[in-house]
């Protein structure tokens, strides 16, 4: 790849997560085409279908769900030539896998998620070799948001559960506590948007464990509305349901790379 030119990727797979990764910034920095599960690839710089096209890619992102990528994985093998990077997304699908399917050591497993769209993606990345972290795919992958380097691959499911996962998991909370407050105040037809700025308030004050920790403890007097309420959530053993979504999210990840053994039986 030339020092002036764009690189050249393709996303292989362009659904929830593929579209999400696309901005401004990386439209500035690379070429992207994308391939759906019609074989047909477009050039998403220039929003057209491409009819001609040689697999010069210098990074191919692997953006289709697992199950696929272990029942089709060898058919990808002819979009890389020797120079090509792999950019795996998938959850769970380990890089021994992806090398094998491949016939490719040039491999990164990286996690990021939708909210790459607002440069707000904590993007974790885990390789064998480190020298394929080169700066060119920094640049695009900074495109996302943050990088974290992980040296253990297991992390890369402790990032699918809590980074990959956990956004939905808030989201649901989030509305949930929206919900119910609109339910207590019937009458009153409260905003919703002053009771999410509630929780944005909340955390741009605390910004570790130990203050949220006080910060309850400020509020909560004794005998008081909060304790009250406090009280009561404590009961229910929050902290265990939170922690089972994350270990079954986790756990989960870890299962779907053995699933390709009973595919193929
Ligand atoms: N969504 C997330 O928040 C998130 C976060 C982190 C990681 N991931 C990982 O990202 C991957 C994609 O997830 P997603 O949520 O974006 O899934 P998705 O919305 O279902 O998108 C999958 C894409 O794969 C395409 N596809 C299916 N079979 C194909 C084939 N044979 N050849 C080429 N493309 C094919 C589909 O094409 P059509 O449009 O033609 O059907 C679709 O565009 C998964 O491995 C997941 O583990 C997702």
């Not at 008081?224 to 922690?243: D, L, P």
């Amino acid at each position: 790849m030339s020092a002036t030119l764009k690189p050249k990727v393709l996303f292989i797979g362009y659904g929830h997560l593929a579209k999400s990764l696309i901005s401004k910034k990386l439209l500035k920095l690379a070429n992207i085409h994308a391939l759906n599960s019609k074989n047909v690839i477009k050039n998403i710089n220039l929003k057209k279908k491409i009819s001609n096209f040689n697999y010069d890619y210098d990074y191919i992102f692997l953006l289709i769900r697992p199950n696929i990528f272990l029942t089709f994985g060898n058919q990808f093998k002819k979009y890389l030539s020797k120079e090509t990077l792999v950019i795996s997304c998938m959850a769970g699908v380990k890089l021994s896998t992806i090398e094998k399917t491949l016939k490719s050591k040039k491999i990164l497993r990286i996690m990021p998620n939708v909210m790459a769209s607002d440069n707000k993606s904590q993007t974790h990345i885990y390789t064998k070799n480190k020298n394929l972290f080169d700066s060119k795919l920094k640049n695009i992958l900074s495109t996302f948001g943050t990088i974290i380097n992980v040296r253990d691959e297991d992390r890369i499911n402790f990032a699918t559960s809590v980074f990959g996962s956990g956004p939905a998991f808030i989201a649901y909370l989030v509305n949930v506590f929206v919900k119910a407050s609109k339910k207590l105040a019937k009458p009153y037809n409260i905003n919703e948007k002053e009771v999410i700025g509630l929780f944005k308030n909340v955390i741009d004050i605390n910004k570790s464990s130990k203050m949220l920790d006080v910060f309850v403890n400020s509020i909560s007097s004794k005998k008081g509305t909060t304790q009250a309420g406090v009280n009561y959530i404590k009961s229910q053993n929050i902290e265990k349901i939170i922690y089972t979504a994350f270990k079954r999210a986790y756990e989960r990840a870890k299962e779907i790379d053995s699933e390709k053994k009973n595919t193929k039986s």
